[in-house]
């Protein structure tokens, strides 16, 4: 039973460039958390989806990043027009969302290390 | 709004001593709480969680942490710290509607031979 998955593990972006950091979650998970760890710093979160739709995205910068959850294929967290302050290991988690969401376990995948140069 | 706080951000313990990393937590509500272990370049492992049921609860590698509303309290502990014990630990505080978690700060947790 394979894990939640992220590619690619290492990106390395120059300033200006576009960031995709893809994310498959667990088999039988409707539900894909994205947070941000960012150096000196603990975890944030960023935005929560489920099929086709953005439930909260309250931790999302205003400009240049967006999610996606599509009916088919992974999660995507697209980052337009990098610059150096988004150098950081995006984390992304799926859960099973059965009912009372605040109770279920979020399992993590390993990660996407984000440098921009 | 919900909040987290780790209480010291590194913690230095001895094979074979106890282990404890503390947290406290801010919530209007009952809330849930959760432990995750991070090692290096790796994802979040769920140690424990606690979701209003006992208040003693259990995990694995031997954590356990308990539910103290009084205090306002979810400290990790470990009798016995393990080399393979060192890493990076992070409590968290889950929004009821949503399920997002809010992190602590996280603490690191090294172990002397």
């Known amino acids: 039973n394979a894990g939640v998955m992220q590619n690619p593990r290492h990106l390395v972006r120059r300033r200006g460039q576009e960031a995709r950091l893809r994310c498959s979650p667990m088999?039988?998970?409707?539900?894909v958390y994205w947070y941000r760890q960012l150096p000196e710093e603990g975890l944030k979160f960023m935005v929560y989806?489920?099929?086709?739709?953005?439930?909260?995205e309250s931790g999302m910068p205003k400009e240049r990043f967006s999610a996606e959850f599509p009916k088919e294929g992974p999660s995507i967290l697209r980052i337009q027009q990098v610059v150096r302050g988004d150098s950081a290991a995006y984390f992304c988690?799926?859960?099973?969302?059965?009912?009372?969401?605040?109770?279920?376990?979020?399992?993590f995948g390993p990660g996407t290390r984000l440098t921009v140069l | 709004a919900q909040s987290v706080t780790q209480l010291g951000s590194h913690v230095s313990v001895s094979e074979g001593a106890l282990v404890l990393l503390r947290c406290n937590y801010s919530s209007s509500v009952p809330p849930y709480l959760f432990w995750y272990v991070q090692y290096p370049n790796q994802g979040l492992q769920l140690l424990l969680k606690?979701?209003?049921?006992?208040?003693l609860v259990k995990g694995i590698n031997g954590f356990e942490a308990e539910f103290k509303k009084s205090e306002t309290s979810f400290h990790l502990t470990k009798p016995s710290a393990h080399m393979s014990d060192a890493a990076e630990y992070f409590c968290a505080v889950s929004e009821r509607n949503t399920g997002k978690l809010i992190f602590g700060q996280g603490t690191t947790l090294q172990v002397k031979p």
């Open positions: 989806l489920q099929k086709e739709n953005i439930i909260d």
């Open positions: 606690y979701t209003s049921a006992a208040t």
């Open positions: 088999k039988g998970h409707s539900h």
């Open positions: 988690a799926s859960s099973m969302g059965t009912a009372g969401s605040g109770t279920d376990t979020q399992y």
